[in-house]
Each structure stands twice: as structure tokens, then as C-alpha cells.
């Protein structure tokens, strides 16, 4: 028996085995850098590109990866949807017109190569193309390509792309070549599916944002898109969302069509943000114009004043006021409450608000403040007046009472309405605007309620300076002289 043939025998089989083992481990090895690459480009493409450039420089660095790893001389690249359609491609051939483009996919994808691995779902390797059906050589193609190597990117049990690989040299390409590549294409496909989604994510991100651009545009002219003028007062407001749409809201409109005599002066805040809070922002607004015009209520009305009958219960509660045309009006709170929580309930949605009523001629305000931020009464001294509130948040509850008020405003005076995201507006450090601040600055004297406003605004904003904005800022000041 011959030991030493068998030893050497042995031997080789034992450094065969070790030259696979280093093969496997230069190519996983390979693959790997191929992947961190991949990965590392995708994360730069993400924070530089456009929208829509970052799939197709995604499938562009996977191809060019692939070539530099096999020493090809050109390639192509498919992504497939589910349904086995080409929904994006890199071709060796950039310059044919996009018919021609379309024409080429799909005899391919019919009869060539890529669509013998598409059925097959396995590496298609072409020694030489003079002796393989499988490869299509079309009239007008402009280079050589004697050897082939495509191969499938799958994930799990899903085809997510094709990469042909092409050299003009029969042989380029070998079974070594084809493991090398079916390593990589299993990274590559972890690669090709994060640039997909985020592709489908942006997609559907700049469809929302349009949607919600519409949302914006249509609550914008939601407010009042000139405010009121008369000889007696000066209204001025500013409204800054958070986001696209926002919750706050502000209203200035005629009472029963008649400017001269009657002024509803509104500002509230929706609980919530964001879309939903602006869908119940335009209801309560409608519901407020509409229920202040309402005429079915002036009876009861003209009753309590004439009998001297306490107020019903639920409706509003003792009122100070004489003005009928103000009752008539202000009644639009409590129906407006009932509506909401009647027929909304289930959404637990309701927004703090003031609605008062201004008689220009008079400078005489009547009011409802329910559970709105406090509404100051200032003149070149600083505040003169505060207005509470008078009742619950509308909407929570049915059959809350609303406690009318009243306050004779004299020439020179300002009314300022604000909502709770100029108190709580947040600089960089997290620090709040605080009710502090906004007081200090109604202390000083003010020519105008545009002028107030500007004034609030800028010491706000900046303020804030870069930090988000984290809520809606909205404010409302009228000037009686």
C-alpha cells in the first residue's frame, strides 16, 4: 500500500478545501465592502439629492459597483415591481429615445436573457453569446458583447431587480465570477429595497404635502380676507400656524349685515393639531357666523328683556347687557356648544373662545369669553381691563351655561385677543414666552393695534429665534377712538 500517494492525496484535497474556503471568504469579504459602499452612498444620497433622483442614483451605484467588481466593460439594471413589470431601468445604451427605450425592456424582458432569469430566478452565465440563444444582438447596437453575466437581486422570496453585467472578451465571466456576484446581489438587494421605500415614501410625502397645501390655501380663505373698517375703530390681526393647517382662528364680520352698528370681533383656539383641528376650526367659525345672524331666538330674546324673565337654563347666564342685537348674537355660542357636543361628542373636540359683540359708534363690547385666554383692555397707561373667562370651552358639554359680560371701551383703548401660542412660544432652550413677558409689553403705550401687534410679534419671533414653532400664534387687536 502506498502511504506516501495517499498522504499527498490528502494533502491536496485538504489545500483545495482551503483555497474554496479562502475563495468563499475573499468574495463575502467583497460583497460586504460592496454593501458598507452601497449603503454609505444611499446615506449621502439621501441628505443631498432631490426627491427624485435618489432611486435612480441608488440603481446607478449599485451598477457600478457591480461592474467594478467583475471588470466589466458595460452593464444594465432593472427594478421590477411584484408583478414581474420593469418599473425602472439604467441601460448600457443611454442615448436611444425613450420608445426605443421602452422597446428594448421589453424584448429583453420577453425573450432575452434578463427575462430567462426572471423566470428561472437564478444567475444567468453566457461563456460566449455565438453560442447561446438566450442573449438577443439587436441590428443597431452600437458595441460588442461576447460575454454575459445576469444576475437576480432578490429578497426573500421577492425579484426586486436584474443586473447584467457585459464584456466584449468570450470567457470574461466565469462560475467564480457568477458566486462572487450572487453574494453581492444578496446585499445589493438590502440596498436596492431602502432606496425603493424611500423613493415610495417622498412619493407619498409630496402627495400629502400637496393635500395639505390645498388644506392650507382653503383655510386661509377661511379667515377674513379683508378685515372691517370704520370711521370709530382700527382692527388689525396676524395668524402664524405651527404647521400647514392649524386650529387657531380668528373672525371679524358684519351682525344682521350691518357694519355701523353691530362688529363680531372672534378669536379661538382648537383643541388639538394639525387636520383635524382645522376641519373643527372652519365648522366652529361657520357655525359661529351662521347662529350669530339667526332670528328665531330674538323672541325669546325681546321676552326676557320686556318680562324680565331669568335667563333659561342652558342657554346663557345673567347677563348685564341691554343690547338686544348683542343677546341675538352672543346666543351663537351656546348653540354652537350644543351642536359640537351633540353631534361630535365622540370626537372629544372643542376650542376655547371669545366672541364679543362692538358697537362702533358707542365703543360698548359685549362679550362671552369661554374659557379663552385672558383678553386685555389697554391705553397709554398699559392695561386697563381684563376679560376672563365666562364659561367652559365650547363644545365639551351640552347645556353649558355662558356668562355674558360687558365693557364700555373709551377712545383710545385697545382690545387685545391672543391665543396660547404666543404665551407659550418656545426659544432653543425650552424656555416658555410666559403671560410675563406679553404684559411687560402691553405696558407701553401704542399709537395703533397694528403697531401693538408688530411690536408682540417681533419681541415673540425672536424670541423663538430658530427653535421650532410648537404651537399656532394668532392675535387680534381693535382700536376704539
Same mark, same amino acid.
Given at each position: 500500500?502506498?502511504?506516501?500517494?495517499?498522504?499527498?492525496?490528502? @494533502?491536496?484535497?485538504?489545500?483545495?478545501?482551503?483555497?474554496?474556503?479562502?475563495?468563499?471568504?475573499?468574495?463575502?469579504?467583497?460583497?460586504?465592502?460592496?454593501?458598507?459602499?452601497? +449603503?454609505?452612498?444611499?446615506?449621502?444620497?439621501a441628505r443631498s439629492s432631490t426627491e427624485?433622483?435618489?432611486?435612480?442614483? #441608488?440603481?446607478?451605484?449599485?451598477?457600478?459597483?457591480?461592474?467594478?467588481?467583475?471588470?466589466?466593460? $458595460?452593464?444594465?439594471?432593472?427594478?421590477?415591481? *411584484?408583478?414581474? $413589470?420593469?418599473?425602472?431601468?439604467?441601460?448600457?445604451?443611454?442615448?436611444?429615445?425613450?420608445?426605443?427605450?421602452?422597446?428594448?425592456?421589453?424584448?429583453?424582458?420577453?425573450?432575452?436573457?434578463?427575462?430567462?432569469?426572471?423566470?428561472?430566478?437564478?444567475?444567468?452565465?453566457?461563456?460566449?453569446?455565438?453560442?447561446? %440563444?438566450?442573449?438577443?444582438?439587436?441590428?443597431?447596437? !452600437?458595441?460588442?458583447?461576447?460575454?454575459?453575466?445576469?444576475? *437576480?437581486?432578490?429578497?426573500?422570496?421577492? /425579484?426586486?431587480?436584474?443586473?447584467t453585467l457585459l464584456h466584449s472578451q468570450?470567457?470574461?465571466?466565469?462560475?467564480?465570477?457568477?458566486?462572487?456576484?450572487?453574494?453581492? #446581489?444578496?446585499?445589493?438587494?438590502?440596498?436596492?429595497? @431602502?432606496?425603493?421605500?424611500y423613493s415610495k415614501l417622498n412619493k407619498?410625502?409630496?402627495?400629502?404635502?400637496?393635500?395639505?397645501?390645498?388644506?392650507?390655501?382653503?383655510?386661509?380663505?377661511?379667515?377674513?380676507?379683508?378685515?372691517?373698517?370704520?370711521?370709530?375703530?382700527?382692527?388689525?390681526?396676524?395668524?402664524?400656524?405651527?404647521?400647514?393647517?392649524?386650529?387657531?382662528?380668528?373672525?371679524?364680520?358684519?351682525?344682521?349685515?350691518?357694519?355701523? @352698528?353691530?362688529?363680531?370681533?372672534?378669536?379661538?383656539?382648537?383643541?388639538?393639531?394639525?387636520?383635524?383641528?382645522?376641519?373643527?376650526?372652519?365648522?366652529?367659525?361657520?357655525?359661529?357666523?351662521?347662529?350669530?345672524?339667526?332670528?328665531? =331666538?330674538?323672541?325669546?330674546?325681546?321676552?326676557?328683556? $320686556?318680562?324680565?324673565?331669568?335667563? !333659561?337654563?342652558? =342657554?346663557?347666564?345673567?347677563?348685564?347687557?341691554?343690547?338686544?342685537?348683542?343677546?341675538?348674537?352672543?346666543?351663537?355660542?351656546?348653540?354652537?356648544?350644543?351642536?359640537?357636543?351633540? @353631534?361630535?361628542?365622540?370626537?372629544?373636540?372643542?376650542?376655547?373662545?371669545?366672541?364679543?359683540?362692538?358697537?362702533?359708534?358707542?365703543?360698548?363690547?359685549?362679550?362671552?369669553?369661554?374659557?379663552?385666554?385672558?383678553?386685555?383692555?389697554?391705553?397709554?397707561?398699559?392695561? $386697563?381691563?381684563?376679560?376672563?373667562?365666562?364659561?367652559?370651552?365650547?363644545?365639551?358639554?351640552?347645556?353649558?351655561?355662558?356668562?355674558?359680560?360687558?365693557?364700555?371701551?373709551?377712545?383710545?383703548?385697545? /382690545?387685545?385677543?391672543?391665543?396660547?401660542?404666543?404665551?407659550?412660544?418656545?426659544?432653543?432652550?425650552?424656555?416658555?414666552?410666559?403671560?410675563?413677558?406679553?404684559?411687560?409689553?402691553?405696558?407701553? *403705550?401704542?399709537?395703533?393695534?397694528?403697531?401693538?401687534?408688530?411690536?408682540?410679534?417681533?419681541? +415673540?419671533?425672536?424670541?423663538?429665534?430658530?427653535?421650532?414653532?410648537?404651537? %399656532?400664534?394668532?392675535?387680534?387687536?381693535?382700536? =376704539?377712538?
Amino acid at each position: 500500500m502506498d502511504f506516501k500517494n495517499q498522504d499527498e492525496e490528502s @494533502n491536496y484535497s485538504e489545500l483545495e478545501s482551503l483555497r474554496r474556503e479562502v475563495a468563499e471568504l475573499r468574495n463575502e469579504e467583497a460583497a460586504f465592502k460592496a454593501q458598507s459602499k452601497l +449603503l454609505e452612498k444611499l446615506v449621502a444620497m439621501a441628505r443631498s439629492s432631490t426627491e427624485g433622483e435618489v432611486l435612480k442614483e #441608488a440603481l446607478q451605484a449599485t451598477l457600478d459597483v457591480a461592474t467594478d467588481q467583475t471588470n466589466s466593460e $458595460k452593464g444594465s439594471l432593472f427594478l421590477l415591481e *411584484p408583478s414581474g $413589470k420593469v418599473s425602472d431601468a439604467i441601460l448600457s445604451r443611454t442615448e436611444v429615445t425613450p420608445e426605443r427605450r421602452k422597446s428594448l425592456i421589453g424584448n429583453v424582458i420577453d425573450k432575452g436573457l434578463a427575462g430567462w432569469v426572471v423566470r428561472n430566478r437564478q444567475v444567468g452565465l453566457i461563456i460566449d453569446t455565438d453560442h447561446d %440563444d438566450r442573449w438577443l444582438t439587436f441590428p443597431d447596437q !452600437p458595441y460588442i458583447v461576447r460575454s454575459v453575466l445576469a444576475v *437576480p437581486i432578490l429578497r426573500g422570496e421577492e /425579484l426586486l431587480g436584474i443586473i447584467t453585467l457585459l464584456h466584449s472578451q468570450p470567457g470574461h465571466f466565469t462560475e467564480e465570477t457568477a458566486r462572487l456576484m450572487q453574494l453581492t #446581489a444578496d446585499q445589493m438587494s438590502l440596498v436596492l429595497e @431602502n432606496a425603493r421605500l424611500y423613493s415610495k415614501l417622498n412619493k407619498y410625502s409630496k402627495a400629502l404635502d400637496a393635500e395639505l397645501e390645498k388644506g392650507r390655501q382653503i383655510q386661509i380663505d377661511f379667515l377674513p380676507y379683508e378685515l372691517l373698517k370704520s370711521p370709530k375703530c382700527e382692527i388689525a390681526a396676524c395668524f402664524h400656524p405651527a404647521r400647514q393647517v392649524a386650529g387657531d382662528f380668528y373672525d371679524t364680520f358684519e351682525i344682521n349685515g350691518n357694519k355701523n @352698528n353691530h362688529i363680531g370681533l372672534v378669536i379661538a383656539d382648537v383643541c388639538d393639531k394639525g387636520v383635524g383641528a382645522a376641519l373643527f376650526m372652519a365648522l366652529m367659525r361657520s357655525l359661529i357666523r351662521i347662529f350669530s345672524s339667526e332670528t328665531q =331666538w330674538q323672541g325669546i330674546a325681546n321676552q326676557i328683556l $320686556k318680562e324680565k324673565q331669568p335667563v !333659561p337654563d342652558g =342657554w346663557i347666564g345673567k347677563s348685564t347687557s341691554t343690547n338686544l342685537a348683542h343677546i341675538n348674537a352672543l346666543q351663537a355660542v351656546h348653540l354652537t356648544n350644543q351642536y359640537v357636543s351633540q @353631534n361630535h361628542w365622540q370626537l372629544s373636540m372643542f376650542a376655547t373662545m371669545f366672541f364679543g359683540v362692538l358697537e362702533p359708534e358707542t365703543g360698548l363690547i359685549t362679550y362671552i369669553n369661554g374659557g379663552h385666554e385672558p383678553v386685555y383692555i389697554i391705553n397709554n397707561c398699559g392695561i $386697563k381691563k381684563t376679560l376672563k373667562s365666562t364659561g367652559p370651552a365650547v363644545g365639551m358639554m351640552p347645556n353649558m351655561k355662558f356668562n355674558v359680560q360687558q365693557i364700555q371701551m373709551e377712545p383710545g383703548d385697545i /382690545l387685545l385677543g391672543y391665543t396660547d401660542g404666543v404665551t407659550e412660544g418656545k426659544n432653543p432652550d425650552g424656555k416658555l414666552f410666559t403671560d410675563k413677558r406679553l404684559r411687560s409689553l402691553l405696558e407701553q *403705550p401704542y399709537n395703533s393695534a397694528e403697531e401693538l401687534l408688530n411690536n408682540i410679534k417681533t419681541h +415673540l419671533f425672536d424670541f423663538i429665534a430658530d427653535a421650532p414653532q410648537f404651537d %399656532d400664534v394668532t392675535m387680534l387687536a381693535v382700536k =376704539w377712538s
